[in-house]
């Protein structure tokens, strides 16, 4: 018999029955940028360890059991057996009608044909903006052909093909955004991002509510999103589109869609489980199941019929789920650094140099301090 017993904050719930050695819970999801305390203080056990549990199979995301291993083990993972990663997933959405309307380039076609680059996004986006009521200055009121919301940058940036850090080949993680790709990429995101014809957190009416509003309205040609929030967009009378973040340049290989983990449940198992081979077992079964359950319900009734009305936005939501990016210095936040770009942003600062350099010791210590937690676990 499975039970779930559902919390408001299920880190908190679970840091208190495992400190008191409980064992009431066999599995533990609590959101992920929650939960990255937990396995440092010994609280969960590797899953590569629990038998049955192949995580090798398709209905696990492999990229985040790729980029969530710390001292190579991976204490918490996502897959099909939930759909809040799929709804945290950074995209964009597009009028269909204004691209007609202005003649512009078709954007599924750029994105199969690998020219869907940010400086290609800025090319068709500013041409839109326009001072539509002529009171001389441009407000929620006016066209705009691209609004970048509070997360867009450092999405621009992960899509991008950049990373705050990385393994090398031993498996170490490694600090690697100040590199002068990563340094040439963020310049080329807040000049875009900073820009007087894109729509942003510094225009008059420019939050989540007032763009939604004026997407509906035909106001906003391209706006960058969460998948989720496509609930705010389904009631637009014209056809609309879901793409994935655009690539940095046409030598890029592939996309990136960050996802936002701070409300992504990760699954992990707790050290003092009485019965792995059980868990692993059913938990095993749940995520496989789950792929023509939950996740056929999510993707192909809610999204690919209900929501999106053209079979192109189901073939990019192919290349979103496929890309998806995961990185342990944007879920950890040492001294900062996750948050960095979107502070950056905020403060209309484009010195990044400086503004890292701020912060630099700072991160690598507490960074350094989290390996050394990882590594004195058995």
């Known amino acids: 018999k499975i039970t779930q017993n559902c919390v408001e904050n299920a880190s908190d719930v679970a840091r208190r029955s495992l400190s008191a050695g409980d064992t009431e819970y066999d599995v533990t999801m609590p959101y992920m940028n929650n939960a990255i305390s937990l396995p440092q203080q010994g609280f969960f056990l590797d899953l590569s360890s629990i038998p049955y549990l192949q995580l090798e199979n398709p209905w696990w995301d492999q990229r985040a059991n790729e980029y969530l291993k710390m001292n190579g083990k991976l204490f918490f993972t996502t897959g099909d057996i939930s759909i809040l990663d799929n709804e945290c997933t950074m995209v964009m959405f597009f009028n269909k009608m204004l691209i007609a309307d202005y003649r512009l380039d078709n954007p599924y076609e750029l994105v199969n044909d690998n020219k869907w680059t940010i400086e290609k996004v800025f090319e068709m986006s500013k041409g839109i903006t326009n001072d539509v009521d002529g009171d001389g200055k441009l407000t929620h009121n006016d066209m705009w052909g691209l609004s970048c919301a509070d997360n867009a940058p450092h999405s621009f940036f992960f899509a991008s093909g950049e990373r705050i850090t990385a393994h090398d080949s031993d498996g170490t993680l490694e600090l690697v955004m100040n590199t002068p790709r990563a340094v040439e990429v963020i310049d080329k995101v807040m000049n875009i991002c900073f820009s007087d014809s894109v729509l942003s957190y510094h225009t008059a009416g420019a939050g989540f509510d007032d763009v939604s509003k004026m997407f509906n309205a035909s106001q906003v040609l391209f706006v960058t999103f969460a998948l989720v929030d496509i609930n705010a967009l389904r009631n637009a009378e014209f056809e609309f589109g879901i793409l994935p973040y655009p690539l940095y340049d046409e030598n890029q290989r592939e996309y990136n869609c960050l996802i936002s983990t701070g409300l ?24 496989y199941y789950s792929v023509d359950t939950l996740t056929a319900a999510y993707y192909d009734n809610a999204l690919k019929t209900r929501y999106i009305r053209d079979d192109e936005s189901g073939e990019m939501l192919d290349i979103i789920f496929a890309s998806r990016v995961y990185d342990l210095g944007f879920i950890y936040n040492w001294g900062g650094i996750g948050q960095l770009i979107q502070n950056m942003f905020y403060r209309k600062s484009p010195y990044f140099a400086s503004e890292y350099a701020k912060i630099e010791s700072k991160v690598t210590a507490e960074m350094q301090k989290t390996i050394d937690a990882f590594g004195a676990i058995k």
């Open 264 to 287: 992504v449940p990760a699954l992990s198992v707790p050290y003092n489980c009485q019965n792995t081979e059980a868990v692993g077992v059913t938990v095993e079964a749940m995520a």
